[in-house]
C-alpha cells in the first residue's frame, strides 16, 4: 500500500523516474508528456557538489573525467524525456561553479584569474566551458573539457506495437508451443 497511489494523469505521477503528466499540446488536445522530477534533479546536482567539494587532492583532470562520465550517464537516462533544458541549465549552472570554486580553492587564486586561463571552447561550435590540462592520475599529459548536459542529445520516442517487433514473432515461431486442453489430456491419459 506504502508504493501504490492511484492518482489522475493530470495531476502527474513518478514512474521509474520520470514524471508523467498530461499536458495540453500546441493544438489544444490533451497529450501525456514526461518529465525529470525536481527530487531527481535535486538530489544529482547535491550529489556532483559532494563530489566536488572538499576534494582538493584529487587530480582535477581525474576529477572532471568522473564528473562527465556521471553527466552522460544522465542525459543517456532523460534523452527521451520533454522539458529537460531548465533542469539540465540548473545543473550545468552549479557544477560550473561547484568546480571553479574548488578550483580556487585548489590554486588559492581568484575565480576570475582561473577563468581568464581556463574557459575556452572545446571545438569552434560548441559553448566555452572549463577545458583543464594537466596529467592525469595515469601520468599522461591530456586535457579534458567539462560536459554540458544543455548541449546533450534528445531523442523523440517512437512507440512500437508488438506487432511490429521483429523478435517476437521470431521467438513465438522458434520455441512456443501452443496446444490445447484436449491435446494435453489425451497425452495424460497414455501416461
Given at each position: 500500500?506504502?508504493?501504490?497511489?492511484?492518482?489522475?494523469?493530470?495531476?502527474?505521477?513518478?514512474?521509474?523516474?520520470?514524471?508523467?503528466?498530461r499536458?495540453r499540446?500546441?493544438?489544444?488536445?490533451?497529450?501525456?508528456?514526461?518529465?525529470?522530477?525536481?527530487?531527481?534533479?535535486?538530489?544529482?546536482?547535491?550529489?556532483?557538489?559532494?563530489?566536488?567539494?572538499?576534494?582538493?587532492?584529487?587530480?582535477?583532470?581525474?576529477?572532471?573525467?568522473?564528473i562527465?562520465r556521471?553527466?552522460?550517464?544522465?542525459?543517456?537516462?532523460?534523452?527521451?524525456?520533454?522539458?529537460?533544458?531548465m533542469?539540465?541549465?540548473?545543473?550545468?549552472?552549479?557544477?560550473?561553479?561547484?568546480?571553479?570554486?574548488?578550483?580556487?580553492?585548489?590554486?588559492?587564486?581568484?575565480?576570475?584569474?582561473?577563468?581568464?586561463q581556463?574557459?575556452?571552447?572545446?571545438?569552434?561550435?560548441?559553448?566555452?566551458?572549463?577545458?583543464?590540462?594537466?596529467?592525469?592520475?595515469s601520468?599522461?599529459?591530456?586535457?579534458?573539457?567539462?560536459?554540458?548536459?544543455?548541449?546533450?542529445?534528445?531523442?523523440?520516442?517512437?512507440?512500437?506495437?508488438?506487432?511490429?517487433?521483429?523478435?517476437?514473432?521470431?521467438?513465438?515461431?522458434?520455441?512456443?508451443?501452443?496446444?490445447?486442453?484436449?491435446?494435453?489430456?489425451?497425452?495424460?491419459?497414455?501416461?
Open positions: 500500500m506504502d508504493k501504490t497511489h492511484i492518482t489522475h494523469v493530470n495531476d502527474g505521477f513518478v514512474f521509474l523516474g520520470n514524471r508523467i503528466i499536458k499540446g500546441p493544438r489544444g488536445t490533451m497529450l501525456p508528456v514526461s518529465t525529470i522530477p525536481r527530487e531527481k534533479a535535486r538530489a544529482f546536482a547535491h550529489k556532483l557538489t559532494a563530489q566536488l567539494s572538499g576534494h582538493d587532492h584529487v587530480n582535477k583532470i581525474d576529477q572532471v573525467e568522473t562527465n556521471q553527466l552522460a550517464g544522465w542525459a543517456n537516462f532523460y534523452q527521451y524525456t520533454d522539458y529537460t533544458a533542469v539540465y541549465r540548473h545543473v550545468d549552472r552549479v557544477v560550473f561553479w561547484k568546480l571553479a570554486h574548488g578550483l580556487a580553492r585548489k590554486y588559492k587564486t581568484s575565480t576570475r584569474s582561473l577563468m581568464r581556463w574557459i575556452r571552447r572545446p571545438t569552434p561550435e560548441q559553448a566555452k566551458t572549463w577545458l583543464l590540462w594537466g596529467r592525469s592520475g601520468g599522461n599529459l591530456c586535457g579534458s573539457a567539462l560536459r554540458r548536459l544543455v548541449t546533450s542529445r534528445k531523442q523523440r520516442f517512437h512507440w512500437r506495437t508488438p506487432a511490429g517487433n521483429p523478435h517476437l514473432a521470431e521467438y513465438r515461431n522458434r520455441w512456443a508451443t501452443t496446444s490445447g486442453y484436449r491435446d494435453v489430456a489425451l497425452a495424460l491419459s497414455h501416461a
